[in-house]
């Protein structure tokens, strides 16, 4: 079989040294993909030599095959982590050791792929997960269903996880002690809060136990959860230097949000996409409200 193929291996490599021809880097790809496709076993489909490269670069969001293993690391590096806003109140993070979190993870509105952490709040559906994946290593509640208190701290690999349980109304306006947690994620030397369904505003106590948050996750419907003047006074007092909307599914919520906010100081960037890589090297100096659309299931 390598006999037949000298002349050609011959006659292919020459032409890419006769007098320095230029050769485009597509007809080098293809005459390279020529030779190598003679040259396998004709056993069986031959895949593309870039579908290895196509496959990792999609493995996060693409489930295995038959037989296939699941990749689903970023590309991070040491000191950074990814934020893709799933929609609603869900993100997922993703830390460089590969630990994936989704919070306020529902029935509706989930990753693609079960997350090695998932975080819920008791506000109402779209916010827990009445049937979640048993692929699924901690589930961590944002409230006790029996009532009382609902404390979380536990470190998964390259983050801790922890939480500060607040109070939420009902939709028959009653207070419910203890609905709702924020949950803090320390990763890549970031501190960042997700402020799930908050229905008031923090005190001296919460902003203690917080600490020194970077980026904040922050709901902005200005109906269900905080007011709009509450929620500014909320980051106000916690003083992050990035703060990502979230659950702004009422109509201009999200550009009242951001008028205000601009009059208090803050940057406004629209993201370009729906997934963030970010570090504390990047984050920005002067305070910052970074707009996301949903779409990263």
């Not at 806003?85 to 509105?109: M, Q």
């Not at 703060?243 to 370009?272: D, N, T, W």
């Amino acid at each position: 079989m390598i006999g037949k193929l000298l002349p050609f291996l011959k006659d292919a490599m020459a032409g890419g040294a006769r007098a320095c021809a230029p050769i485009s880097g597509h007809a080098r790809a293809r005459r390279f993909l020529m030779i190598a496709a003679l040259l396998l076993p004709s056993v069986g489909a031959v895949q593309p030599a870039f579908a290895v490269c196509q496959l990792v670069a999609e493995a996060p969001y693409s489930a295995p095959g038959p037989g296939e293993a699941r990749i689903w690391r970023a590309a991070l590096q040491a000191g950074e982590v990814q934020i893709r806003y799933i929609g609603h109140s869900t993100f997922e993070l993703e830390t460089p050791g590969g630990v994936r979190i989704a919070t306020d993870y529902n029935d509706s509105i989930r990753p693609l792929l079960p997350p090695t952490v998932a975080t819920m709040n008791g506000a109402h559906s779209t916010h827990y997960s009445v049937n979640p994946s048993p692929d699924i290593e901690h589930l961590l509640y944002g409230w006790n269903p029996e009532g009382g208190p609902m404390d979380h701290d536990l470190t998964v690999e390259d983050v801790r996880i922890r939480n500060i349980q607040t109070n939420i109304r009902g939709w028959d306006g009653e207070s419910r002690r203890l609905g709702n947690s924020i949950f803090i994620f320390e990763v890549a030397d970031l501190c960042i809060a997700h402020l799930g369904h908050l229905h008031h505003r923090l005190t001296q106590d919460d902003l203690t136990r917080l600490g020194q948050i970077d980026i904040v996750f922050a709901a902005i419907d200005n109906s269900s959860s905080l007011r709009l003047e509450s929620m500014i006074d909320v980051l106000k007092s916690i003083g992050p230097a990035m703060v990502i909307p979230m659950h702004f599914h009422f109509a201009g919520a999200l550009q009242s949000f951001v008028g205000r906010a601009a009059e208090e100081g803050y940057a406004i960037v629209r993201a370009p996409g729906p997934a963030l890589v970010t570090s504390r090297a990047a984050l920005p100096v002067k305070p910052t409200v970074y707009v996301m659309m949903p779409g990263g299931a």
